[in-house]
């Protein structure tokens, strides 16, 4: 009897609570205590790019001609059970619920500060 290959996994989208241009503090890592911007959610992986955080230098050969190498640093993800959704107005870190309104919509509120954020 053959043995049957694996096969891939389907890529398993992951719901986030965070989105582009939310205010997030690290909470574990080597930046606890940070706080930034996100500029990409990579939500198939459950993972976030912060600005100023987690930052990685990468060395790159010239391309052309009398160009020279450079040395580039570049935000490299986190895992977002690393970051927690920042309170700008009362500088606390706070969970995230999703509340629905009487009209149905649907918006996130911050759990300490009841602060909405849509």
Not at 4 to 29: H, L, N, S, W
Not at 34 to 57: C, D, H, M, Q, S
Not at 75 to 88: D, F, G, K, R
């Amino acid at each position: 009897m053959a043995t049957a290959t694996p096969r891939a996994k389907a890529p398993v989208r992951t719901k986030m609570r965070i989105k582009k241009g939310d205010t997030v503090q690290v909470i574990a890592g080597k930046d606890k205590g940070k706080t930034g911007e996100v500029l990409r959610t990579l939500p198939y992986e459950n993972r976030v790019v912060v600005a100023g955080i987690n930052l990685r230098t990468r060395h790159v050969k010239p391309t052309q001609e009398g160009e020279t190498g450079r040395i580039v640093t570049e935000e490299a993800s986190l895992h977002a059970s690393n970051v927690m959704l920042y309170s700008n107005s009362q500088k606390v870190a706070s969970r995230v619920e999703v509340v629905t309104d009487k009209d149905g919509t649907k918006k996130r509120r911050l759990k300490k500060t009841g602060e909405f954020l849509d």
